[in-house]
């Protein structure tokens, strides 16, 4: 049952029939007091003037008995007295309403002996008459005495006012339950309706739906618990899926660092299979190369060997690197340090292409709990790619502190990294540069490095419109010692 119908069953009805049946109460105790009234008026004169009239009659005097009815009138709505024998006969009368009794009605009330009194109609005209014997000193009825009075507008028309009265109660009633149901629905059952909407429609999946705050103050209220509650679903929402966010990053990450320790063990075994070849090759071109029956021609070929097989040994020592296990020595480095060293390191890159470095370091500088010469390689490492992309003329360095986590962000404004290799670029070999100009390991080995920090390194488009990297390492020791990172993330991670 709805709300509306409930409350007007429960309390409207009741009370109206309450007030109903006290109103039919007092209309009723209003006729029969004024009936009650009426009736002890006339009774009360009809024994005023019964006695004198019952001693004229007995002495047989006519002007005394005249007197005494023309007395009556003095009475209020008094309109009629007669004087009957107790055979009916009329003796002498005044005024209205001789009709209203038969003879027989007159001789009954005198052989009975007692006063009679009733409502009669005569000519249009309402009357309580009252019948009194008069009886002589000795107790003998000598006749009747008959008094008439006239009711009075109100006495005639309270029947009438008793149904006006009603149906004034019944209009009223209506009215009064008009105006609930309409109160009812505009100050209640509409603000109740805009809640349910809002509440079917965060149902549906609108999660940013929330409620108006207006009507009265207790719908103000319950919208604004309302919409208290729907704010900290969304935010109870938003933190679950910021950690399975979270959860499939740092998944991610220990698959790639998975990978990467395999790749890394792999090659280191094939580096040191081919070190030994390498050297004998290197001995032997050496060796030539200090022969005086090679011609100049021959040497420059030599030269070359010697060049590729310096350049196969780097690559081998880079493998060997990548796949050891490494215990990092940390010390405490400041931040604005370390930047500087890797920029004097590619200052020769940066100025060959023109290339303007752009530093935003955080005031007073932060210090990090690192190896300062592993961070300025993977500095020097991101700032030199940067500085070989085609078409570069800026590079910004950006670094932010958040809680126990520095954030480290390098980016330029070249043409950036595809997104289907933006997945790959920390994988061994890997590299975008022509053949002959990139062994594919440099950021293999910035990877292997912040992971060995507890750091995490992501790749993202940068809003320089170039390629940006980000570089996020703890503050403090223990962050990378007890758990998992889980630095805070603005960036997709690789």
Not at 54 to 71: F, I, M, N, V, Y
Not at 342 to 358: C, G, K, T
Request: aromatic residues 6%.
């Amino acid at each position: 049952m709805r709300l509306r119908n409930l409350i007007l069953l429960t309390v409207i009805v009741p009370l109206f029939l309450v007030l109903l049946v006290f109103s039919l109460v007092a209309i009723t105790s209003l006729e029969e007091n004024v009936r009650s009234r009426l009736e002890r008026e006339v009774e009360v004169i009809t024994h005023v003037i019964g006695t004198t009239l019952g001693h004229a009659l007995s002495r047989d005097a006519a002007e005394p008995l005249e007197e005494t009815l023309h007395s009556v009138f003095s009475f209020h709505r008094i309109y009629g007295a007669y004087v009957f024998d107790d055979r009916g006969r009329e003796i002498y009368g005044l005024g209205l309403g001789e009709a209203l009794f038969s003879p027989e009605d007159i001789r009954r009330v005198a052989e009975e002996g007692e006063m009679q009194a009733d409502y009669r109609q005569h000519d249009e005209w309402h009357y309580y008459s009252a019948l009194k014997p008069l009886t002589s000193p000795s107790g003998e009825v000598l006749g009747v005495l008959q008094v008439n009075r006239l009711n009075t507008g109100v006495e005639n028309y309270t029947g009438f006012l008793s149904q006006a009265a009603l149906l004034a109660f019944v209009v009223g009633a209506a009215g009064v339950v008009l105006g609930l149901w309409w109160a009812f629905r505009h100050h209640i059952e509409r603000p109740l309706k805009r809640l349910l909407a809002v509440m079917q429609r965060v149902e549906t999946g609108e999660r940013d739906r929330r409620a108006p705050v207006d009507g009265p103050a207790e719908y103000q209220q319950l919208a604004v618990a309302l919409n208290g509650m729907l704010d900290g679903l969304a935010e109870k929402d938003a933190d679950i899926a910021a950690s399975r966010r979270k959860e499939v990053e740092l998944e991610q990450r220990l698959r790639k660092s998975k990978k990467l320790a395999e790749l890394g063990v792999l090659a280191a075994g094939v580096a040191h299979e081919i070190g030994a070849p390498l050297t004998v090759i290197e001995g032997q071109a050496q060796r030539l190369a200090r022969s005086e029956a090679i011609g100049e021609r021959e040497q420059a070929r030599l030269t070359r060997i010697h060049g590729e097989v310096e350049r196969i040994v780097t690559i081998v020592r880079q493998l060997m690197e990548l796949g050891r296990q490494h215990n990092v020595t940390k010390e405490a480095r400041p931040l604005d340090e370390l930047i500087q060293a890797a920029r004097e390191l590619v200052e020769e890159d940066l100025e060959a292409h023109a290339i303007r470095l752009e530093p935003e370091l955080p005031s007073p500088s932060p210090q990090l709990l690192v190896n300062g010469q592993q961070l300025i390689q993977v500095l020097t490492n991101l700032l030199r790619n940067a500085a070989q992309a085609e078409g570069v003329t800026r590079v910004r360095l950006r670094a932010r502190q958040e809680r126990d986590w520095l954030t480290l962000c390098v980016e330029d404004d070249g043409p950036g990294i595809a997104d289907s290799d933006q997945g790959k670029v920390f994988d061994p070999f890997f590299t975008t540069k022509p053949v002959g100009q990139g062994s594919g390991l440099g950021l293999s080995m910035v990877h292997r490095i912040v992971n060995d920090h507890g750091g995490t390194i992501g790749v993202f488009d940068s809003e320089l419109g170039g390629a940006g990297f980000e570089i996020v390492l703890p503050l403090d020791d223990a962050l990378d010692d007890d758990t998992p990172a889980t630095p805070p993330q603005d960036n997709e991670e690789a």
